[in-house]
């Protein structure tokens, strides 16, 4: 075989326009006449990687508002992301500086004490480059279909003395010059002006800088030959504007990919974009997205959780991602906290910035005042720290440090096979006659596919139980924790629901078995046998925990070709606070008649 070819999209430039609000003490309208005298005499910013000099613009739109821009730069490695971080950090630092000389103070968007609160709301900007017209129509479209997303991900409330207002974005909340993007079938100059009227027949508005994607770009941001993502809120750190970046980078690393393979982005339905958008901005990561169902109009509509939604995205960024050679350091700020808080169970974790500021607000209530706010900014190391994982560290080390191995591992990719092409081959004569008894036998169901198949109304027993024992039949170990915590709770505790069997097979457990041979394990085993699923459940103090699962690793396979699934892992608190901690795995047996 002759190698013909060898494709790789490699990353594009991007301009960054990192986003914060100007606030005067006691003064009405005083933020307003500061910025407008600094953007009269802005100070000296240092240049980023590229040589180019930072500048600090303002917006006729949001006019206690400001951003520092970078300018195009290529984020094409670690080093240069970190010298580009650095570069952009010092810079608002100097800002921040020179505002206090004028007598304000430079803070996060959303400080709820602005005599407008609405002329400080603004987003980070990010505009990427793109080369021709069908990678800006692919790039548009394909950041349009995960609009939801990334906005849940980004999404920034409101903050003041009293901790940080519920919900997801207060800045798209409360937009008049803002609108979901339309799917473009083209950038042709007939076809744009054919957007632009839909615009104003259904907007009033018939710019295409006010969708959540601008094809053109933002021409206040000297961006007009770029593709301009507007979706992102400002972050308060430039840790979080920069994995946002790296986001990006990614889909317009796809995007690319998508183009020179003569693919196209499907049209998600605008009504479904619309529904999924506005959970976001209300609910944040808290959101129940919609699932796109288009092709399947016959089944009930479906929901995923916005959290499940953004590590969905992830999956599918992996390759670009590794093309990148971003670093767990990098993305931790987005995708640990997420992650992390997938349990049902768990609280406290920080999965952006909203989650930080609520995190500060119960740590220290006066973590928010805007003096301390504002001396964090005028800090470049500061800027660029991951207090999202210090603050996750803080509330659990150890679910910390296991996510950062889950991360570490999603990036390292799977582990490259050796060529096997001239070892002996394993005697398959056993497959074959198993083949052979079960013609056209499916593969086994993965775990989001078992789940998806038992979210369907009114299953009937006999289908649930078949459903499972196609899961078994997938090696290695079988957990159904982690997909579970992607769904949502209250998606995660009905399907629970299904699969525990009635109470004439679950078996209450008091300590950590020893072996199969132990009374309740035998129970559980001889009721498996008989009904062909089983229960066995442990609620015990927190800290033993691990050692029933150390305990079932210990134990090895179950006897008589049982299959062993881990259903519930976590822990609860209980009456006078006490921590207690609950454990149930399944035992299903195969079907009578079939391999074990």
């Known amino acids: 075989m002759t190698l013909v070819a060898l494709y790789r999209s490699a990353p594009l430039r991007q301009r960054i326009s990192k986003g914060y609000s100007v606030y005067v003490p006691g003064h009405g309208r005083g933020a307003e006449e500061l910025v407008g005298s600094l953007l009269a005499g802005p100070p000296p910013l240092p240049a980023g990687p590229s040589g180019q000099p930072h500048t600090v613009r303002g917006s006729a739109r949001a006019r206690a508002a400001l951003w520092v821009d970078t300018g195009r730069v290529s984020l094409h490695d670690p080093a240069t992301r970190a010298r580009t971080a650095e570069a952009l950090a010092v810079s608002v630092a100097r800002v921040a500086a020179d505002v206090r000389r004028r007598g304000g103070l430079l803070l996060p968007t959303g400080w709820q004490q602005q005599p407008d609160p609405l002329a400080g709301l603004c987003a980070d900007l990010h505009s ?3 080369l021709n017209p069908v990678q800006r129509e692919v790039f548009t479209n394909l950041v349009r279909e995960h609009t939801a997303s990334l906005i849940a991900l980004g999404g920034r409330q409101l903050y003041g003395p009293g901790g940080v207002a519920p919900g997801g974005s207060a800045r798209l909340s409360r937009s008049f010059d803002q609108v979901s993007t339309r799917y473009l079938d083209s950038c042709a100059p007939e076809h744009l002006e054919r957007v632009r009227t839909r615009l104003r027949q259904e907007e009033r508005v018939g710019r295409l800088e006010v969708m959540d994607v601008s094809p053109l770009g933002i021409p206040e941001a000297h961006a007009g030959e770029d593709v301009t993502v507007r979706l992102f809120d400002a972050q308060v750190t430039v840790a979080g504007t920069l994995a946002h970046a790296l986001l990006v980078q990614a889909l317009s690393m796809w995007s690319r990919d998508l183009e020179r393979t003569g693919r196209r982005v499907r049209q998600v ?8 958008r506005a959970r976001a901005v ?22 995923q959780s916005a959290g499940r939604a953004v590590r969905t995205l992830l999956s599918e960024l992996l390759p670009y991602l590794r093309q990148l050679d971003a670093t767990t350091d990098e993305l931790a700020p987005l995708f640990l906290g997420v992650e992390m808080a997938g349990s049902a169970a768990a609280s406290g974790f920080v999965r952006n910035e909203n989650d930080l500021l609520a995190h500060w607000h119960r740590e220290d209530r006066t973590a928010l005042a805007p003096e301390r706010l504002a001396q964090g900014l005028a800090t470049p190391d500061w800027l660029t720290a991951d207090h999202c994982g210090a603050s996750n560290k803080a509330v659990g080390h150890g679910s910390w440090a296991a996510a950062r191995v889950w991360l570490t591992d999603r990036l390292a990719g799977p582990a490259p096979q050796p060529d096997r092409r001239h070892e002996a081959q394993p005697d398959r004569r056993h497959e074959a006659q198993r083949d052979r008894r079960e013609p056209g036998r499916p593969a086994p169901l993965t775990a989001d596919q078992l789940l998806d198949r038992l979210a369907r109304p009114d299953l009937p027993a006999p289908e649930v139980m078949d459903a499972l024992r196609s899961y078994c039949r997938a090696g290695g170990t079988l957990d159904l924790t982690r997909p579970l915590r992607s769904r949502g709770r209250d998606e995660a505790r009905a399907l629970r629901r299904v699969l525990r069997p009635r109470a004439g097979q679950r078996v209450r457990c008091e300590k950590p078995p020893v072996s199969w041979d132990d009374a309740t394990a035998t129970r559980a085993l001889r009721a498996a046998g008989e009904q062909g699923v089983a229960l066995m459940h442990w609620d015990l103090p927190a800290q033993d925990r691990a050692r029933v699962r150390e ?13 062993t699934v881990l259903l519930t892992d976590t822990n609860y608190t209980a009456r006078e606070d006490e921590k207690r901690g609950t454990v149930e795995v399944l035992l299903v047996a195969p079907r009578e008649g079939t391999d074990r």
């Not at 339905?269 to 999924?276: A, D, I």
């Not at 990561?285 to 169902?293: G, S, Y």
């Open 551 to 563: 305990a079932l690793r210990g134990m090895g396979r179950a006897p008589g070709g049982v299959r």
């Open 282 to 303: 209300a609910h944040g990561l808290a959101a129940e997205l919609r699932v796109d169902q288009t092709r399947r109009t016959e089944e009930p509509p479906r929901t």
């Open 269 to 276: 339905p605008q009504f479904l974009l619309e529904q999924n």
């Open 128 to 130: 990427a480059e793109v």
